[in-house]
């Protein structure tokens, strides 16, 4: 096992590296524009104005205090200075202890810097004046510090705003600016830190360009870091090439975060890397190097995790949780749009793991119960991912108003929010077997059911596999900043030397060969060139000729491309311009090894042809001399080497992306059959057996109208005689039940007649005759009337008091109210105020409504039989003449004795 001395190869070589040589030739800078720092602090102000609880009248101002310049505990050592995230985002300032103050109402922004002492010129450097600072911050206004008082004290602002507040992810209050006479005015610390949280979420064009430069920067760092890791290295060699790269190439002299470069079991370790763990473990031939890298430039940062097989071949289970986390990332990557909570993002990485290691074996039983028991936490015990921006764990992730997580795993998600276009961040599942996880959960009864412990040994020495990428929500989607090859065959093309990080690798939405990466030259319109470095002799040429022509090799060694933009006078050695991707007329497959000559003659420029065919005559030609000038070989050689590396490279590249080609179309021809298979089956099963009832109900329905019109046509000739004979039928109902009416009319009539009539005779009647002729109940009806009526004008005063009372004490009533009327009567018979007359005239009367006219004739006159009658006229026994009048005694007992004839 080698002890990690010797290395496949160096760093990229720079174009040029000589006496004649220019460094800059390898860098790839960023110019920030100022505008994108003017644009931040406009949308600061526009919220903080869209703000009811907000002052922006009266002079308030809001005042912000940049990073102060650190020293390693007590010592004068001094740490590199990195500005405070916030300041940063609204001024740019790279140096520390400045103020930034912008005024509400008008936006005005004034930068207050550091008054230096003379003797800085000598330490530390040129002493600037405030003008160079205010061309190159481009704000309004720049003093030093010992002005800002009397500054703010002039403007006499109503408020002044200051950032306190709480990191969420961090747990860390932010320090608000603070001078010395700040305690005199009216300070708001409140309000001003959450309104720049929230516009920090949401990227502005530049920002967002920035964040792909540094994404590149650090793609590329990772995709040469994994063709130089092999066994035997230790970690931290695995970091110091990575820093390398961003900071040789980018000019990124700070790292986004702690480097983790956890190879083995120790990438099953979160945040390995730590001053603890720094990254010092040996690098064995079947381990997985899990990096975590990412370049920070203008305080901007990027997040990226590659995770590879050092030997530069996947094994079989190596494969298959890398598989589960790529297919997990990927399917988040489709789902993700504006609209979408982040929160079902992660649920759906648990769901894509958790059904990959079921297929495995690792665990069994239902994907939603594995979910509910928080199994997924187990094997991704971390959020699914962050915002991005001027820190790692950028700010607004778990702003206020947003749910609080309190489930395993979901806690550790650092972006509960609900997406929208211009956010960035992270989308990073992954699968660790860490022995604490694993024994914690087979030690639990609600998860240990779900793991096959036997199945999950095989993999517990796979460590953790991680995959980030960096992406920028859309209004249609995500578009992934990130340019690591993620597909497994792209990983180990990487690996094998046969991809490097021009190359174009598969995505989630995007197959390799279609296009050229996003930030390449190729996409922005601009064809690159190829530069190289030629091997100081001629022999080294030669030597890689021979095993390319054997196909051992694909690119001398030491002759990596460098993607550059074409540069006047450059005394570089420059290839001509790359041909076309794809050439009309050429469909062939082109191996590796294949005769340049034989390409060149595909080719449809003629042009290029003959400058290639020229070339290579030129190049036999001084090369078989023997009598040619040994420079001007030399010059001839590396003047030739650098068109046919072009050419071996441009081959190459044709190869794979015709290849791939071959093989979209032979899979597009699949799923065409297979889309025609199921057409057909559809036909046959589906389609035509519909049609087949479709028309069978058309003909039913034909048949059926045919019978509505038939039955109108009878009701049209039945309906009439029919409702004729019913109105008949109900005339004859209504004629016979007003019949029925009348005469039950009539004998209602009757009855109360007859009713009335009775109670007239029970009236006159002694008690011990109505007591014979009528029943109780009609007596008692009479006599609670007679009590109920009012008194009469004949009663006297108490006559009507003395009626209610005359009740014995089983409730009947007593003689002596019928005596006192019979005793009145007689008096006034006496006095001739009543005769006989009347007494007949009411029997008769009564007589008639009993009995009808007739019999009531019958009766005998009183006023023409007087002789015969004059026994009646005296007053009967005692018994009798309580009884009533002689004419109704006489008319009563007859009727008894004989009713027919009475």
């Not at 979901?410 to 960035?424: D, F, H, I, K």
Request: hydrophobic share 35%.
């Amino acid at each position: 096992m080698s002890n990690g001395s010797e290395f496949r190869g160096a760093p990229p070589p720079v174009a040029g590296n000589g006496a004649n040589g220019k460094w800059a030739d390898a860098l790839d800078l960023y110019e920030v524009d100022l505008d994108m720092y003017k644009e931040n602090r406009e949308k600061l102000v526009s919220k903080l104005k869209a703000r009811d609880d907000v002052i922006c009248k009266d002079n308030s101002i809001a005042l912000f205090q940049g990073g102060p310049a650190p020293t390693r505990y007590d010592s004068d050592h001094e740490p590199i200075f990195r500005q405070e995230s916030n300041f940063s985002y609204l001024f740019g300032v790279k140096e520390p202890d400045v103020y930034g103050v912008i005024e509400l109402e008008s936006g005005r922004t004034t930068l207050f810097f550091p008054k230096l002492p003379e003797s800085y010129a000598i330490v530390m450097g040129e002493i600037r004046s405030a003008e160079s600072f205010k061309k190159e911050y481009a704000v309004d206004d720049v003093r030093f510090e010992p002005e800002l008082r009397s500054f703010i004290e002039d403007l006499d602002p109503k408020v002044i705003y200051t950032t306190r507040g709480l990191n969420k992810d961090s747990g860390i209050y932010a320090k608000e600016a603070h001078y010395e006479g700040v305690e005199n005015h009216r300070v708001d610390n409140g309000t001003l830190y959450d309104v720049i949280v929230e516009c920090r979420v949401i990227k502005s064009a530049r920002e967002i360009a920035l964040m792909r430069h540094i994404n590149k920067i650090s793609s590329q760092a990772h995709c040469w870091i994994m063709t130089q890791a092999q066994p035997g290295m230790r970690e931290f060699q695995l970091e110091s090439l990575f820093e390398h790269w961003g900071y040789f190439r980018g000019g990124c002299r700070h790292r986004s975060y702690t480097s983790i470069c956890g190879c083995g079991g120790n990438g099953s370790i979160l945040h390995y890397g730590h001053a603890g763990a720094p990254n010092d473990g040996i690098i064995e031939p079947d381990d997985m190097c899990l990096l975590d890298m990412g370049a920070e430039y203008k305080c901007y940062t990027s997040d990226i995790t590659c995770t590879f097989p050092v030997s530069g071949k996947f094994s079989d289970d190596q494969r298959a949780i890398y598989e589960a986390v790529l297919d997990a990332q990927w399917t988040v990557m489709r789902a993700m749009k504006p609209g979408v909570s982040y929160v079902d993002m992660h649920t759906l990485a648990y769901r894509v793991i958790l059904t990959h290691l079921s297929k495995l074996g690792v665990v069994k039983g239902d994907i939603d119960e594995m979910l509910a028991a928080d199994l997924g936490a187990v094997f991704m015990p971390h959020g699914l991912g962050h915002f991005m921006g001027l820190d790692t764990h950028d700010v607004g992730g778990r702003a206020k108003g947003l749910p609080v997580q309190t489930r395993p795993g979901y806690t550790s998600l650092r972006c509960c929010a609900t997406l929208e276009p211009g956010m960035v961040l992270t989308v990073e599942p992954g699968v660790y077997f860490n022995d604490y996880s694993l024994d914690k959960a087979l030690a639990d009864d609600k998860q240990a059911h779900f793991i096959d412990a036997d199945a999950l040994k095989r993999f517990r020495n796979t460590g953790g596999i991680r995959l980030e990428d960096d992406v920028l929500v859309t209004e249609t989607g995500v578009e992934n900043m990130t340019q690591c090859p993620r597909a497994v065959d792209d990983v180990e093309a990487v690996l094998a030397g046969k991809l490097d990080y021009t190359s174009t690798f598969k995505s989630f939405s995007r197959q390799r060969g279609v296009g050229p990466p996003r930030g390449s030259p190729r996409a922005n319109g601009v064809q690159p060139t190829l530069t190289v470095v030629i091997p100081a002799r001629p022999e080294d040429f030669d030597r890689f000729q021979r095993k390319r022509e054997l196909g051992l090799t694909a690119r001398p060694p030491g002759l990596e491309p460098v993607v550059q933009s074409p540069r006047e006078n450059d005394s570089v050695m420059e290839a001509q311009q790359l041909p076309p991707q794809h050439r009309a007329g050429s469909n062939a497959r082109r191996m590796p090894g294949a005769s340049l000559s034989n390409w060149s003659q595909t080719s449809s420029d003629a042009a290029s042809e003959r400058s290639t065919e020229q070339t290579l005559a030129n190049f036999r030609q001084v090369r078989d001399s023997e009598q040619s000038d040994p420079h001007e070989r030399e010059a001839l050689v590396r003047s030739n080497h650098v068109t046919l590396c072009k050419l071996e490279e441009e081959q190459h590249l044709l190869y794979l992306e015709l290849e791939d080609q071959e093989e979209l179309l032979e899979k597009l021809e699949q799923e065409l059959q297979e889309d025609l298979d199921v057409i057909e089956t559809c036909l046959d099963k589906q389609l035509i057996p519909m049609f087949e009832r479709v028309e069978s109900m058309h003909n039913d329905i034909v048949s059926r109208a045919d019978e509505l019109v038939f039955l109108q046509k009878e009701v049209e000739l039945i309906v009439p005689g029919v409702v004729a004979e019913r109105i008949e039928k109900l005339m004859d109902r209504v004629n016979s039940a007003g019949e029925s009416t009348a005469s039950e009319v009539e004998l209602a009539l009757r009855n109360v007649q007859e009713k009335k009539e009775k109670a007239l005779a029970m009236r006159y009647l002694p008690r011990w005759v109505s007591s014979r002729f009528f029943s109780q109940g009609e007596r008692d009806v009479l006599d609670d009337n007679e009590e109920d009526s009012p008194k009469s004008d004949a009663d006297g005063p108490d006559e009507h008091i003395k009626r209610k009372h005359d009740k014995n004490a089983d409730g009947n009533r007593t003689w002596s109210a019928r005596d006192r009327d019979w005793n009145r009567r007689q008096s006034q018979e006496k006095e001739g105020e009543l005769g006989d007359k009347e007494d007949e005239s009411i029997i008769k009367n009564a007589t008639i409504a009993n009995t009808g006219d007739a019999k009531a004739s019958a009766l005998p006159d009183s006023s023409a039989d007087d002789e015969d009658n004059s026994e009646f006229s005296k007053p009967p026994s005692d018994t009798i003449a309580r009884s009533g009048p002689l004419k109704t005694i006489q008319l009563l007992l007859a009727q008894e004795s004989d009713p027919e004839h009475a």
